[in-house]
């Protein structure tokens, strides 16, 4: 079959068959393994909260704190091929084109993640309370719904249309750091992407550290509380809503470049 560096959906639904057969162990054993953490997690969190003191509330934290850990763990381990030499041919030789191949990680490792989980959460939190209850009756708070989940986030902080958007740029952009982190390293990805992120964070507080000694800017202060175009909280939400829309699409041509450059 002759590919091109155009979109096919036939060759795009073929390249999701064939990865479901070849990795349909896996993906159970995975989804399993995430379901087993999350139960013993609940677990483990309502007996340290001697399960009376256990609220609504406590699942939004705990669905965040396991959301964001298990993302990035999942979202590190895209494109597997790149691992090894051998895998990588075999990879690259696939009788789909490099578009196909590339919204196929985006979908599965982003898309379906930020997706499928939260059902995960639901179903499994709902099951495991409901047995805890059986024998700890003082657990009273062992309904999870999404709706407490949503009003515990609301609670939380004051929400518009740009702060929703800030909020969902800024989960995207741990996904895509760790995206285009797999996409560059070829091992051990999650630890090198970790790495450099923390260095480009001390490079650039040093870097901005020793210009405003070197400029004398440490007492400085705008009278009017103004940064630079930033006239107030609404506008600084708005900057850093598109400014983080911008870097997490960077990341993602970071990722489609490394994706075509291993392919020429």
Not at 76 to 99: I, Q, V, W
Request: glycine content about 6%; proline content about 2%; overall charge positive.
């Amino acid at each position: 079959m002759e590919t091109n560096n155009t979109f096919s959906f036939q060759r795009f639904r073929l390249l999701c068959n064939q990865s479901l057969v070849i990795n349909k162990r896996l993906i159970t054993l995975w989804l399993g393994g995430f379901a087993g953490i999350l139960f013993i997690a609940l677990f483990i969190f309502q007996l340290a909260a001697d399960f009376v003191r256990w609220e609504n509330e406590s699942y939004l934290s705990t669905f965040v704190s396991l959301f964001f850990v298990m993302g990035i763990i999942y979202v590190s381990h895209s494109f597997p091929a790149f691992s090894s030499k051998e895998r990588s041919m075999t990879y690259l030789m696939l009788p789909a084109s490099a578009s196909e191949k590339y919204i196929f990680e985006l979908l599965t490792r982003i898309v379906l993640f930020i997706v499928v989980v939260p059902f995960i959460f639901w179903v499994v939190a709902n099951l495991e309370g409901s047995i805890v209850h059986q024998f700890v009756p003082g657990l009273t708070h062992y309904r999870c719904t999404f709706d407490t989940l949503w009003s515990g986030l609301l609670n939380h902080g004051n929400w518009n249309g740009w702060g929703v958007m800030l909020a969902f740029q800024g989960v995207l952009f741990v996904f895509c750091s760790f995206f285009a982190g797999a996409s560059h390293f070829a091992k051990s990805a999650f630890l090198r992407t970790l790495l450099t992120f923390i260095i480009l964070m001390a490079s650039f507080s040093l870097y901005s550290y020793l210009i405003a000694r070197i400029l004398g800017m440490n007492g400085l202060h705008p009278g009017n509380d103004r940064v630079l175009f930033i006239h107030s909280k609404e506008d600084g939400i708005v900057y850093f809503a598109l400014a983080t829309t911008l870097v997490n699409l960077c990341l993602l041509a970071i990722a489609w470049f490394k994706l075509k450059e291993k392919e020429a």
